[in-house]
């Protein structure tokens, strides 16, 4: 029986119940709300997530860190104590700079711990999409796998898993520069909405373009059950940022078109929360290996 | 002055005087921020970053190594963003080059710079050229291999400026999306204006620390003729469009057109001026809008003469051509699928408008009156004394309106945008479901213009 440990972060978007059936820990980033700092839990413990959201409907500005180094130390260090190694799978290094932090961090504490391994893995997706390989990485080392075998093998499908996800404003996105495509893009036009895949390289993509707000879902849910590969031996995963009902109805427009084994909804975290907004609603499927690369990184 | 050794307390006042000149220059290099995310808080994530360096040494520090420790420390806590955490491993392994010393000489510090880069290096999992990584290895390298020993800092600071300015200058050469963008890297602009603050020092230029923001250097920016140039005569897709009403004019540019020709309905444009425009703007693929019935053969008579890929999309009216726009990705691979996009929603629209009838007339079973506004599609559909009421009236004549989701309006000469809102804000009522947006067209012969899709 593998023990090694399994560490995500912020982005992950599991509800603690998850975390707890799979046993996954997680390295918290921090959002920042009027100049205080804290850290982005996943039990809403500081902020509900309507709360957290009404913050932004109501134009308060929300910042994101990465995981600061202490953060890295301290959660490594515990289960290396322990004599466990540790596989981390990150938020996309596109979305956020954490996981060349927790390389580095990996690295000194490789030499002080030189009987331990540390494995860090850019998931190159977040949200539910990094969910789903958190949950493999968990299932395969139920089945006894030791942690390289698990880590090469999350390595080798990461791009499998697809992500369809439309937001109510591109105003959050385009503020912190987390979605590629050119600027003529999202000039001033009305009831236009974008379709954003997780790229390649792991960037949020708007792929097409969506015109009218009662075209979305149907449009959305086309895509995403085209996508899935053997749908009836897959969870289908779908997040949102406050906006349960949409999900809902996304859920029912794929399960219209394809059959999935199950559903897992949850809501979408503070830290990708903060860049799509309220209202964003995002699917992830397995299927083909993405290739699509977004315009400038 | 001529200082040929440092010890803690010495750095230590070089490194605040560094950050001081970094903090003035922040919104410069959070304005150079492009790469790897364009969120504009590179000079403020570094100054953080080397605050925390600072807050966390003492000033009385003798000792150059445990000032070292100490400062090391207070960076890596701090570190935030990619720029941040680069900036905290080059302390890192420059504090490195510290160890064992109580002072050090200006030869200790080149080899100390050359740990600081190799440590940043290590840090990133995929180093990219062309950012702050490659001027500090490039300074580090040209200060070793190609100058005889320093003899005092004061020399070798001002070499280490002018080395990292030409690396810096280089950076937009080295990565594409600098040079798309007609900007330098900003973390290397960032690690110049710490070393240019430590030279100032060096020469007795303390700063005080409340020194208001500095403007940008020029030199850090290419000029916007230049950018445009370059971007021109690589274009791939161009889309040349008729339009008339300076408002509808001024609004097919800022969305991306790129030539506009003055056209309309009384006004019709000739396939010479198609042709001329199709040279100027110089693309591998043209797509037209002629935006009006009367124009589309002209233009595809144009698209003939022209030795070139021109494409006309049929746009019989400006909110045809509006439709089409606001679909277009030119990120698409071939033209023929940016066309595909942009005609995806056109058989939807709607083109509807409000103008004055000039002669009394009984047509399509409407009563027209001189003077009154008459609501028309491609027929006439309406009539009133009223516009309000005439818009109305016409809405709903509109085959399956119900099913219409997104009303664009664009008024005309002589309607304020408060008109169009209040006109909006009614229709809103009689279509709780619609989206509706405003343009100014300022067209002569339409008091609005409605694309309805």
């Not at chain 2, 360096?53 to 520090?61: A, K, R």
């Not at chain 2, 021109?232 to 897709?237: C, D, E, I, P």
Request: with cysteine; net charge negative.
């Amino acid at each position: 029986m593998s023990n090694f440990a399994i560490l995500a972060d912020s982005t992950v978007d599991l509800t603690p119940d998850y975390l707890e059936k799979y046993d996954v820990d997680y390295a918290p980033m921090n959002y920042t709300i009027e100049d205080k700092e804290y850290p982005a839990l996943l039990d809403w413990s500081i902020h509900s997530s309507k709360q957290f959201y009404d913050f932004m409907r109501n134009g308060v500005i929300i910042k994101t860190t990465q995981v600061p180094v202490n953060v890295y130390e301290e959660k490594f260090e515990q289960y290396l104590k322990e004599g466990r190694d540790v596989l981390y799978i990150s938020c996309s290094s596109a979305l956020s700079g954490s996981i060349h932090t927790a390389t580095t961090v990996a690295k000194d504490l490789m030499e002080k711990y030189p009987d331990r391994t540390i494995r860090c893995v850019d998931s190159l997706i977040s949200s539910l999409g990094q969910a789903s390989l958190v949950i493999e990485a968990s299932n395969e080392r139920a089945a006894g796998k030791d942690i390289n075998e698990v880590a090469d093998h999350i390595e080798a499908i990461r791009l499998t898993r697809n992500q369809f996800a439309t937001v109510d404003s591109l105003e959050y996105l385009k503020r912190c520069g987390r979605v590629s495509a050119a600027s003529a893009f999202f000039g001033n036009f009305f009831g236009i909405h974008p379709l954003i895949i997780s790229d390649k390289i792991g960037q949020n993509y708007a792929i097409r373009k969506i015109k009218g707000a009662r075209n979305v879902i149907p449009e959305l849910a086309e895509e995403t059950a085209k996508a899935a590969i053997n749908p009836e031996e897959q969870t289908l995963y779908i997040s949102h940022a406050d906006s349960e009902d949409q999900a809902i109805a996304l859920r029912d427009a794929i399960f219209e078109k394809a059959k999935f084994k199950d559903c897992y909804i949850s809501t979408i975290g503070p830290i990708v929360g903060a860049s799509v907004g309220p209202g964003t609603i995002i699917a992830f499927v397995i299927g083909n290996e993405v290739t699509i690369q977004g315009g400038a990184s | 002055m001529s200082t040929a050794s440092l010890n803690g307390e010495a750095l230590l006042s070089l490194f605040t005087n560094g950050y001081r000149n970094l903090k003035q220059n922040a919104e410069t290099v959070d304005a150079l921020n492009v790469f790897p995310i364009p969120d504009g808080d590179t000079g403020k994530n570094m100054s953080m970053t080397w605050l925390g360096g600072l807050e966390n040494s003492s000033t009385e520090e003798v000792s150059i190594e445990k000032m070292a420790k100490a400062f090391s420390k207070g960076t890596l806590l701090a570190a935030r963003g990619n720029s941040g955490v680069i900036l905290s491993q080059f302390v890192r392994g420059l504090m490195n080059g510290m160890k064992g010393h109580e002072s050090i000489t200006p030869e200790d510090f080149v080899l100390a710079m050359e740990s600081g880069y190799t440590k940043a290096y290590s840090a990133v999992s995929v180093p990219t050229e062309g950012t702050m990584l490659t001027v500090m290895r490039e300074t580090a390298d040209s200060l070793k291999n190609n100058y005889d020993p320093f003899a005092d800092f004061e020399l070798l600071f001002d070499e280490a400026v002018k080395e990292m300015k030409k690396s810096l200058m280089n950076t937009p050469n080295l990565l594409a999306c600098l040079k798309e963008a007609g900007v330098v890297d900003s973390g290397g602009a960032g690690l110049l204006y710490l070393f240019e603050g430590m030279q100032m020092a060096l020469h007795g230029e303390m700063l005080d620390g409340n020194e208001q923001s500095k403007e940008a250097p020029e030199e850090f920016f290419t000029p916007d003729s230049i950018r445009k140039a370059m971007k021109k005569s690589h274009a791939k897709y161009a889309v040349v469009a008729a339009a008339s009403g300076t408002g509808m004019i001024e609004y097919f540019k800022s969305v991306g057109v790129s030539a506009v020709i003055d056209g309309g309905q009384t006004n019709n444009p000739s396939a010479k001026a198609f042709v001329d425009a199709f040279y100027a703007v110089d693309a591998d693929h043209i797509i037209v809008l002629p935006n009006d019935g009367n124009i589309v053969l002209t233009a595809k008579q144009a698209a003939k003469i022209f030795d070139g890929d021109v494409h006309v999309i049929e746009t019989k009216s400006m909110a045809e051509g509006y439709s089409a726009m606001s679909m277009a990705d030119f990120s698409l691979p071939t033209v023929e699928e940016v066309i595909e996009e942009m005609t995806y929603y056109l058989p939807n629209v709607t083109t509807a408008y409000i103008t004055t009838a000039t002669r009394d007339a009984q047509i399509n079973g409407v009563d027209v009156k001189e003077g009154a506004y008459v609501g028309l599609t491609d027929d006439i559909l309406s009539c009133s004394s009223d516009i309000t009421e005439a818009t109305i009236k016409m809405f709903a004549a509109i085959p399956e309106i119900e099913d219409k989701q997104v009303t664009c309006i664009f008024y005309g000469k002589g309607i304020s945008k408060e008109d169009a809102i209040a006109m909006g804000d009614t229709l809103q009522k009689a279509y709780p479901l619609m989206e509706f947006g405003y343009i100014e067209g300022s067209m002569e012969v339409y008091s609005y213009m409605f694309a309805i899709e």
